[in-house]
C-alpha cells in the first residue's frame, strides 16, 4: 500500500462525513471502503443530481430505478461498467475513458471532460445517445481514441492516447479545430475537469491554476498541462444548477484556486479559438501518470507534432512481434489484438502493484498474465517483467512460500522455456538456482508434516473412534489446487535445470517430483472417497470456485498425474449448477455473472477434448465485448455491459488468450495437439482460420484452415518436428477422405468423442485435405 492510497481512503471518510454519512463498522481494505463510501456519495450526490452533473451510467441507471419506491442508499456502475485503456506498450501506469469521452488519467485527480458551445447551449458528451458522437477507437494497431462532431463550419476533433517522453508516461487529449468555412470564425469549447470517473464521485476538494506554468493542479497534484492560455477559469461546484449558465456567460473570469467540503470542486477552461478561411489549430492537454505536487520541479510542456506519431509507431511495432491471427469471425480478431493490448498495458500494474486491489491479485493469477504474454508473441514486453521481477526479488533464505514463489518460479521457467535466444547470466541461474532450492525445501516439509499428522491421526484412531472420511469443505480443494502448482514447478525445475547441466540439483528436483506424485495422487483419493457437503450448504459457493481452479490449474499445468475420472468427477458438481447462460454465475452475496471464468471451464474441455462443450462458452463471452472489444470482470447480462470489478479486465484477456491459444494448438509430451477446440464451422467457413508465429516450446508454428474451389485444407507449418501430430477435425468430415502431404497418417480415430487423425510429420509443413 502507498501513500497515495491512504490519502485517498482519508479523503473519502472525510467527505462521507461532510455529507452527513456514517462510516462502515467493519474493517475494510482500502479499496473496499473506497468503494462502499464511493457508492453512499453517489447516492446522495446524483439521485437528486440534474443529469448533466453525472456520468453517463449514473443518467442510463437512473431510467430503470424507482427512486420514490425504494430507498437508496448506495449506488454503483452495475449496469454500465465499461471502459477503455489509455496506455501504453509496456507501460507503468495508465488511464480510463468511457465511450463518452470521460478520460481518467489517475483516480483521485478527477477525469477530464470536453463542452462544446452551440446555438448559446452547452452540449454535454455525457448526455449524447449512442447515435452520436462516441469515443471510439480508430485503430487496434494504434491505440487512438478519436470523438468528433462538426457544429456549423468547424469540425471538431479529439484524440486521446498515451505517450511516453523522458522516461515520465502522460495521457494526451489533442484538440484539432478546422474551419471548413470560407470565412473567418471563432469556436468556444471548454476543457473541465470534473470530480467524477466511471465508478462514479471522483472527489475533489481543492485546485489551483498556476498561470505562470500553465499548469492545473487537484488534490495538490498535477493533473492537467495545456500548451494555449485559456481565454478563461472558472471553479465552481459541480452540483451547482447555475454552473452552466455561469460558464456559458463568463468572458475572461480567471479563478486561481478553490476549496470544496463536498469535494465536488468542478473546473472549467474556456478556449476561444480564431480559425481563418480552410485554417485549423490543435491545442493539446496533458496529464501526467505518476505524482507531481506543486513543490516538484516539473518540466514545461512542450508536446511536439512528432509525439502522437511516436505512440502510434510504438503500437505498431508491437503488433508486428505479437501473434499474427485472421479468425473466421471478424470479431475475434479485434478481440483477440484488444486482448494482447489489455496484458501489455496492464501487466506492470498488476506484476508491480502500487494499489491494494491490485495486490490482491494472487500470484497464480499473475503467473497466469505471464504465461498469457508469452503465448501471444508480447515476448519483449515479458522480458522486461521477468528481468525487472529478478532484479528487485530477493529470494529468502530458508522454506518459502508455496503459494506465492512455486507459481512465480513456473511463470518465470515458462518464459524462458519459450524465448530461445533469451540469454541467461550467471546471476540469473544463481537466483533461479536459490529459488528452486527453497521450493523443494518447503515441498519436502509440507510432505513431512502430512506424513507426521497421518501417523498422529493413526494413534490416536487407536484409542478413540475418530471421523474415517475427509469432509470436503472450504480450502480442501484449495489445498488440493496449490499442490498441483507445486507440482508443475517442480517438473518445469527439473526440464530447465537440466537443460543447465545441473546435474546436482536435477537430481534432487527428480526424486522430489517422485515423492510429491506419490503425494498429491494420494490427496487426490482422499477427495475422491471423501464427503462433500450439500449443494445448498453456504459453504458450497467457494467449493465449487476452488473445483473451477482446480480444473483449470489442471487444463494450464497439464497435471498428467490426474486420473481423467477424478477430473470429471469435480466438472460433473459444478457445470450444471454453476454455468447459467453459458456464463459463471455468483449467488452469494447477491447474484452476478463473471466474463471469464467459464472460459477457464471452456479451457479445461479443450485439454480433454471436449469441442462440443468449449463452443457454446466461447460464443457466449463474445457477446459482451465492449465497442473497443475489452471484457469487464463481471457482466449484466440485460445490458451487456459491465456490472462489477474492472471495466476492462486483464484476467479476462488473459483467460480468453489462454483459451484461445490451446483450442488451436498445446503440447501433449511429445506431440502437438491440433485444433482440439475450435468450432466446427471453422473447418468450412469462406473465410480462413490463418494464425502466423504462434509460439510452442519447440518454436513457432504456423496454422491454416482454408478451402479451394473444390478442397478444404488444413495447413500445419513447424520449426522443430514432434514425435506425432493429432490433429481434430470435424466429425462431418468423412475420416476416410482426409489425404496428407508432408505426413505419414498412422491412425483414423473416426469414432473417438473428438475425431483426429494421428500422424507422424515428415516435414516442416504438413497439409491435410478433404473435398467439400
Known sequence: MILDELARLKRFRRIAKNHGLTLPDKSMLPYQEVSYLRGRINAKVYLEAEPWMCPSWVFLSLKDIDTEAELVTELHNTMFRNWSNIGGVGSKRHGIADSRGLVTPRFDYGSIDFWLLENDELKFPALIGKDGPQLKLVSTEDQIYEWKTQIKSVEFSRHVYHITKDNSEYVYNEITLRNHGLEKTTFSFYAVVRPMSPLGVELIEAAKYDTKRAMLFVNGNLALMVNKKPTAIIMGEGDDVDLPNTVIAMSTQQDIETKSITGLTTIVLRFDVSLSPAGSESIIFGSPLSGNSEDDDVPAFDPTDNDRDESVGRWFDFADDRVAATYPDDRIDSAFNQATVSLVIQAFPVMFPEESHL???????????????VRSGCCNVTEKIVTEMISKGAIPDGPLDTTIFSPMLW???????????????????????????????????????????????????????????????????????????????????????????????????????????????????????????????????????????????????????????????????????????????????????????????????????????????????????????????????????????????????????????????????SNLIILAGVPEAWFTTKKPLIVDSLPTLSGNSHIELGSSANQHQIEIGLVE???????????????????????????????????FLKLVPLSEDTVLTYHK
Open 359 to 373: 495486490a490482491s491479485i494472487s500470484w497464480k493469477g499473475r503467473m497466469r498474465i505471464l504465461l498469457a504474454l
Open 721 to 755: 518436428l514432434p514425435e506425432e501430430l493429432e490433429v481434430h477435425i470435424p466429425s462431418s468430415v468423412p475420416m476416410s477422405m482426409v489425404k496428407a502431404h508432408g505426413s505419414s497418417i498412422v491412425e483414423r480415430a473416426s469414432k473417438a468423442a473428438s475425431p
Open 411 to 669: 511463470g518465470f521457467l515458462q518464459y524462458y522455456e519459450h524465448a530461445a535466444d533469451a540469454r541467461i547470466s550467471g546471476d540469473t541461474l544463481q537466483h533461479f538456482r536459490k529459488h528452486a532450492s527453497g521450493v523443494i525445501t518447503a515441498i519436502q516439509k509440507l510432505m513431512g508434516t502430512a506424513m507426521i499428522t497421518t501417523e498422529a491421526k493413526s494413534t490416536i484412531e487407536d484409542e478413540q473412534p475418530l471421523e474415517p472420511y475427509l469432509v470436503v469443505k472450504e480450502g480442501v480443494i484449495s489445498d488440493f489446487e496449490n499442490q498441483l502448482w507445486n507440482l508443475a514447478a517442480l517438473k518445469t525445475a527439473y526440464r530447465f535445470f537440466k537443460e543447465s547441466h545441473d546435474e546436482e540439483l536435477t537430481t534432487t528436483i527428480g526424486k522430489t517430483i517422485t515423492q510429491y506424485q506419490e503425494f498429491v495422487s494420494k490427496a487426490a483419493k482422499d477427495i475422491e472417497n471423501a464427503r462433500w457437503l450439500r449443494p445448498t450448504d453456504s459453504s458450497m459457493q467457494q467449493v465449487e470456485r476452488e473445483i473451477l481452479d482446480v480444473l483449470s490449474a489442471a487444463a494450464l499445468l497439464q497435471i498428467s498425474e490426474i486420473e481423467p475420472e477424478f477430473l470429471e468427477m469435480l466438472c460433473g458438481k459444478i457445470a450444471n449448477r454453476r454455468i447459467v447462460g453459458d456464463l459463471w454465475k455468483y449467488f452469494q452475496p447477491n447474484e452476478r455473472y463473471s466474463s471469464h471464468l467459464a472460459l477457464r471451464l471452456a479451457h479445461y474441455y479443450t485439454m480433454t477434448k471436449q469441442r462440443n462443450l468449449v463452443e457454446p462458452i466461447f460464443q457466449r463471452v463474445l457477446d459482451f465485448f465492449a465497442d473497443d472489444y475489452h471484457l469487464p470482470d463481471f457482466v449484466n447480462p440485460r445490458t451487456f455491459g459491465g456490472s462489477g470489478g474492472s471495466g476492462s479486465s486483464v484476467i479476462a484477456a488473459a483467460d480468453f488468450i489462454l483459451l484461445i491459444r490451446d483450442m488451436l494448438l498445446y503440447e501433449e509430451g
